[in-house]
């Protein structure tokens, strides 16, 4: 079966593009030739700066054949609407129908249509122009003398050739003709831009691959990344160093080149100085440079390791000393940012009414920034006021917060007023994805609670399902504070998430939540901080999706999980008591029992049967009904009792006592009495079943 090799060439396409570019133009390409009716055994998607290819395997050499069936009107149908049928059909004459019949509606006339199938040629031929013309780029461009016409092409960057062959591996490939803006596709490619800027003609993947490579593109992404970790991890080894990984910053710099080359540079050991977070993300971001440290270390080398394009003569000299000059250049200016933060701030005399404000001490330089940062009004949302004014609310939160958490009031109200601050520093000015960790540095040089310089970092935290949480009760209580005034904030200004929408990062948020109350085991009733019944529930989504990730069943989770409930802690707790209990042999057996009781109960509640409200003994007439209201009282009290000290284990234990109770009850009674009274009573011992189970939790909603 032939193959397709398609390559569309560019200029520098930005790496952090290619990836899902790629993999849009596979689904695309392979969902018009399926739609098409072509089939085919596997495709896989290829990407480098400047180009985009596609091999797709074992394609139809032509579509199949489609049959059809038109059902027409009825043989005695009016003329007009039998030659609308036939036009429909494309059928020349009444003749070239059937008639079929049917034994209520009588006969009517079937055209029987074969659609002939057509070459798989024609077909890549005729999809291709839309595809690449409403290609689903984030940011496209014109270029070009035909850029002015009306419906010009619009591609990332300018679109340079396209190359697409069609052939089976016993036969010459030939070319699928299809032009797009004056592009015509064609055989011909070109390698890397600088060593191999020759023509180069193609036939199908295999050869396409091998000669890009000898023309220097590796054209496998996976491959590039391989190559640079690995030859910079050596490179590091072989100078006594390691390498600081950096899986964003791989991926992007296996985007910005077609031949890899992995070489080291150096800058002045004077700027080992700066903090390393600043050095590692100077060199990254502004030179896509890797760092290094001594085995071991917690603190970087001087040598960094950069990747080149070109395979230079001098071995990479005068690369290296250029992006060296560079990498000092912005490390002087690093070092320059880091200084200032730690001096004295010009205008102190106008931050005293905000240092008034928050206990600020402006002899010291956070204290300074924070002071600044309320001084100037900056704002946190325009409907929530300024930063300010948020620090002012976190304040208050937080010190009802510690006494659920136990935390130290003083070093959490400390922690809170400076958390801020590092916002008004020029490193996080420059690099805002360093606040919280500025923020403990500044703190520490200062002479902060070693605890409170550490919350100021925390207070982010935890930033994913995988991040590690506030180390102490002085930063979870800060992390709590700050991440509850954002969730009560946007839902009282109604900003709630809304579908895949979440541009405040509120799932987040309370996730974060839900975690240091569940893996800290804090006891805060969520009601008493989210007055909003719909904040409420937007927690509950959120620990389910958080209980199941960790293995609990969606059921198990229903029958604890009560909308009023709103302590996340004691519902995760009744979720692991009941998992336990119900994949036991007696949790079973009493599933199977309480359910059937709370079926025949609804069942009867619904048709307006009359339930006693309480059971009399005095109407209690067998021997299984009098064990079952004895088993049911004892259960309730013990199971109440150890629900009340929180042991939900031992009150699934109490509860395991009804199991052979309720099954003697039902073999040996019949509730439906003739006795209307003891009919009521008897509903009224179901009706004692479900509520004592009901202590811990609603096992209706248990399935199996």
């Known amino acids: 079966m032939p193959d397709l090799l398609l390559e569309l060439r560019s200029e520098e396409i930005p790496a952090r593009m290619q990836r899902k570019a790629a993999g849009d133009l596979k689904k695309l390409v392979t969902d018009a030739l399926v739609e098409a009716g072509l089939t ?42 039998i030659q609308g049928f036939l036009r429909k059909a494309g059928l020349a004459s009444v003749a070239e129908a059937h008639v079929h019949s049917d034994p209520k509606k009588g006969d009517f006339y079937v055209a029987h249509t074969v659609k002939p199938g057509r070459p798989a040629d024609e077909i890549i031929a005729e999809v291709m122009p839309g595809i690449i013309r409403n290609f689903p780029w984030p940011k496209s461009m014109r270029s070009g003398a035909a850029s002015a016409k009306p419906g010009a092409l619009r591609w990332v960057r300018p679109l340079q050739s396209i190359v697409c062959t069609f052939g089976s591996e016993t036969e010459e490939t030939r070319v699928v003709p299809f032009e797009v803006d004056g592009l015509v596709a064609g055989n011909v490619t070109y390698g890397h831009r600088f060593h191999a800027p020759d023509a180069i003609t193609v036939r199908r993947f295999e050869d396409y691959s091998a000669n890009l490579e000898k023309a220097r593109v590796v054209l496998d992404a996976e491959r590039r990344k391989q190559i640079i970790a690995t030859d910079a991890n050596n490179i590091a080894f072989a100078n006594g160093l390691e390498l600081v990984e950096d899986e964003g910053l791989l991926e992007e710099v296996s985007g910005l080149v077609e031949w890899p080359q992995v070489l080291m540079g150096t800058f002045q050991e004077e700027f080992l100085a700066i903090p390393s977070e600043i050095i590692r993300l100077t060199i990254k971001t502004n030179q896509k440079c890797f760092v290094t440290r001594k085995p071991g270390a917690d603190t970087l080398s001087n040598h960094f390791i950069l990747i080149a394009n070109i395979e230079a003569k001098d071995g990479g000299k005068e690369i290296v000393h250029g992006n060296g000059k560079v990498v000092r250049a912005r490390l002087s200016d690093a070092k320059h940012f880091w200084q200032r933060d730690q001096r004295d701030l010009p205008d102190l005399d106008t931050l005293k009414a905000s240092a008034e404000k928050f206990d600020l001490d402006l002899a010291k330089p956070l204290d300074q920034r924070m002071a600044k940062l309320d001084a100037l009004n900056v704002t946190f949302h325009a409907k929530l006021g300024t930063q300010g004014a948020r620090v002012e609310r976190i304040r208050r939160l937080a010190a009802e917060l510690a006494k659920v958490t136990g935390a130290d009031t003083a070093l959490v109200d400390r922690a809170v007023v400076l958390a801020k601050a590092d916002l008004r520093t020029e490193a996080v000015g420059e690099f805002p994805e ?34 590690r949480l506030p180390g102490d009760k002085i ?76 293995g609990a069943r969606h059921d198990l989770i229903d029958a604890v999980l009560t909308p009023e409930a709103d302590d996340l802690l004691m519902v995760a707790r009744r979720v692991e008591a009941l998992t336990a209990f119900i994949t036991s042999e007696d949790g079973q057996n009493l599933l199977a029992g309480t359910k059937r009781a ?48 929180e042991d939900f284990r031992s009150a699934m234990e109490a509860l395991s006592a009804l199991r052979a109770p309720v099954d003697q009850f039902f073999t040996d009674v019949l509730v439906n009495d003739e006795d209307p009274a003891i009919r009521a009573n008897r509903l009224a011992l179901l009706a004692a079943i479900r509520a004592a189970t009901g202590t811990v939790a609603d096992f209706s909603r248990i399935t199996g």
């Open 434 to 467: 360093l606040q919280g960790i500025m923020g403990r540095k500044y703190a520490i040089l200062q002479g902060e609670d070693a605890a409170v310089a550490e919350a100021i970092e925390d207070h982010w935290k935890p930033n994913g399902p995988s991040d």
């Open 475 to 550: 930063g979870v209580t800060v992390a709590l504070a700050d991440k509850l005034d954002t969730l009560t904030g946007f839902w009282a200004i109604d900003e709630k998430p809304t579908g895949s929408k979440d541009p405040y990062a509120l799932r987040r948020a309370a996730l974060g939540v839900i975690r240091m109350l569940l893996e800290k085991n804090i006891r805060l009733p969520l009601a008493s901080v989210a007055k909003d019944a719909d904040l409420i529930a937007f927690f509950h989504d959120r620990l389910k999706v958080y209980l199941r990730d960790l």
């Open 40 to 81: 085919y055994e596997g495709a896989r998607e290829y990407w480098t700066p400047r180009r985009l290819t596609l091999d797709i395997r074992g394609l139809n050499a032509r579509s199949s054949d489609v049959r059809e069936d038109i059902k027409g009107p009825a043989t005695s149908a009016p003329e007009q609407a």
């Open 598 to 645: 709370t079926q025949l109960l609804a069942a009867e509640e619904k048709k307006g049967t009359v339930v006693e409200g309480a059971v009399s003994a005095d109407l209690l007439k067998l021997d299984a009904e009098k064990a079952l209201h004895a088993a049911v009282e004892t259960a309730s009290k013990e199971a109440a009792a150890a629900v009340a000290c």
